[in-house]
């Protein structure tokens, strides 16, 4: 086989094929004509050639002749797959190529690249087209090709170094997910340059760009592109671009038993039901209808604000804590305040763990006293919430695994406690006790300060680089703000009797414990930093000179010390 020949003349690490025959030409030439042969030919999974799904083939012939694709196809379909076969068939087959990988965050972009990295480790024709193993940096994951092609995955950053790579094709994953300032800066200007003015007509000189993701909130820039790409492609409308292809798919249209029925079963059972619509029927939802509409919730991600694993010396912080009732998750929520007369607060870190015992859940909070500077915690009084407090009553000792020694931590007291009057310790524990009134005061603030943009919720991982330490557990961190924004845009406000609201989840089983622990440090926030008399209140319950309050800085250097034990120092 003629075709097989030109591509086994460049031996892994070798120099590329130089004289190519005629008859090796023409074998390239069918493959770069039809890309279903080519990924039957080149490519391999399971020792076997690679076969697509119906639609797969549909897209890939699309994808291969239109400049511009967008896939939105439901989870499973083999959109990342689909991506991955597409870069390599490019870059195998054209010289020169410049692939980018770009996702909602590099982790996703490295999916694409790990795919790459499969089809690799399994087809010999791949192995031999490449100068080297594929690499997997902090910055950016690229495998090499013999003719001077790359496939190359990265991180979003501000995405002035996605534009400075000058990609010749750009694929998007998760498209939905990446923000749009990000698109703005990379897509737009990509689109621009559609292309090369000396290519002509030659296919190898455009550049291409491929969009995926699952179908999402009507509010989204997704939805906007998909309104835009129906037009693009329809040839009655004035819009109508032959260089555009809209391919939706949805977990319907895959062959039986691509997609096991289990799975798809499972998942119907245990999302939530506009999620699941969402991500396998492939159906563009409306905005929520609750008290809080998911457009709103989101309108507060700010794609420049990263979790925070631990707190900055130079800030303080507010814990909103939901303790855990029997089937309920136990959640804390940390908010990092804004500067005095800045109204910008920050929800920066977000947990919740399920079957924890009352000593572990005092014992996490201690944790997060360690590593935040907390100047207030607002705890629920019910649901075990008086059992914490006990727990934390008492001083406790630490033992610190770094400096191998052990301290003593001081006593987290309620202020509103009068048998906590005498007591030593730090004064800066609120129950609240969720009544009618205060639950609808507190939902009520929650949406003046979305509404007003003043509490923002984190958009990305910071550095974005994989690998990095703390990554893992800032990608946990933003793990569980969806969870929060889920929940929130959840919330339906019903009125009761006492006329105050009630305001739940649509069915008992849904959780909300996170967005309780939200509306708490919020309460704690706007408590701390609302005009009103606040310093009277404690001073009634407790005498503090001003020696007693420790700057953040102060905090850091000795987190749980003595400051607050030692009325002397
Ligand atoms: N043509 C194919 N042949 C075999 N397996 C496939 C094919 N396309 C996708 N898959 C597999 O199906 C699974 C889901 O694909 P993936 O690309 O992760 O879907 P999505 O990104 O749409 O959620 C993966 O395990 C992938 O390897
Ligand atoms: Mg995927």
């Not at 309920?328 to 940390?334: C, G, H, L």
């Not at 935040?372 to 630490?398: E, N, Y």
């Amino acid at each position: 086989m003629a075709k097989r020949k030109v591509l086994n003349n460049a031996k892994k690490g070798g120099v590329p094929a130089v004289n190519v025959t005629d008859e090796q030409m023409e074998a390239v030439e069918i493959l770069r004509n039809d890309p279903i042969v080519a990924a039957h030919e080149l490519l391999e999974r399971k020792m076997r050639p690679l076969t697509l799904t119906l639609y797969q083939r549909w897209s890939l012939r699309q994808m291969w002749e239109k400049q511009f694709s967008y896939l939105v196809w439901s989870r499973g379909c083999g959109k990342t797959t689909m991506l991955a076969i597409y870069l390599i068939l490019r870059a195998l087959l054209f010289s020169g190529q410049r692939c980018v990988i770009v996702s909602a965050s590099y982790r996703q972009a490295i999916l694409v690249m790990r795919e790459v990295e499969r089809f690799w480790q399994e087809s010999p024709h791949l192995q031999a087209s490449v100068t080297g193993d594929p690499t997997f940096g902090t910055t950016e994951a690229i495998l090499n090709f013999n003719n001077g092609s790359y496939i190359k995955a990265l991180p979003l950053g501000d995405g002035t170094k996605i534009r400075g790579e000058r990609a010749s094709t750009l694929v998007v994953d998760e498209y939905a997910q990446v923000p749009r300032d990000i698109l703005d800066t990379v897509v737009r200007p990509f689109l621009n340059v559609t292309a090369d003015p000396m290519g002509g007509r030659d296919t190898q000189a455009k550049n291409f760009m491929v969009i995926a993701t699952t179908a999402y909130y009507k509010f989204s820039h997704a939805y906007q592109t998909y309104q835009d790409y129906k037009r693009l492609t329809d040839p009655h409308d004035t819009l109508y671009d032959p260089s555009y292809c809209l391919s939706e798919f949805s977990y319907r249209d895959a062959p039986e038993g691509f997609m096991d029925r289990k799975i798809i079963a499972e998942a119907k059972r245990s999302m939530e039901h506009s999620q699941f619509l969402m991500e396998y029927e492939n159906i563009w939802l409306d905005d929520t209808e609750g008290y809080f509409p998911r457009s709103l919730v989101e309108s507060a991600r700010r794609p420049w604000l990263s979790p925070r694993v631990q707190g900055d010396p130079r800030r303080e912080y507010v814990m909103g804590i939901d303790p855990a009732r029997t089937r309920d998750a136990f959640a804390i929520v940390i908010i990092e305040l804004a500067d005095r007369g800045a109204l910008d607060h920050r929800v920066v870190f977000a947990h919740q763990e399920f079957q924890m015992t009352f000593q572990d859940m005092t014992a996490t909070i201690r944790n997060f006293l360690r590593t935040f500077h907390i100047v207030r915690i607002q705890m629920d009084a019910g649901g075990g919430g008086s059992t914490i407090k006990d727990l934390l009553a008492v001083p406790a000792l630490h033992y610190d695994e770094r400096t191998q020694t052990t301290e003593s931590e001081d006593a987290i007291l309620d202020m509103d406690d009068e048998d906590h009057r005498y007591l030593s310790g730090q004064r800066i524990l609120r129950m609240v006790k969720f009544a009618p009134k205060i639950i609808t005061k507190m939902n009520n603030d929650l949406k003046a300060q979305l509404q007003g943009e003043r509490i923002y919720l984190p958009g990305r991982i910071s550095q974005d680089g994989w690998g990095d330490p703390g990554w893992e557990a800032e990608a946990r961190i933003l793990k569980n703000i969806d969870t929060l924004i889920a929940q929130t845009s959840n919330i339906v406000a019903t009125p009761n009797q006492t006329g105050y609201y009630s305001f739940d989840t649509p069915t008992q089983r849904e959780h909300k414990d996170l967005y309780s622990a939200w509306i708490l440090a919020l309460n704690g926030v706007l408590e701390l930093r609302s005009p009103q008399p606040e310093a009277a209140q404690l001073a009634q319950g407790f005498w503090m000179s001003n020696s007693m309050i420790r700057t953040p800085a102060e905090h850091l250097q000795n987190p749980q010390g003595n400051a607050w034990n030692n009325p002397y120092r």
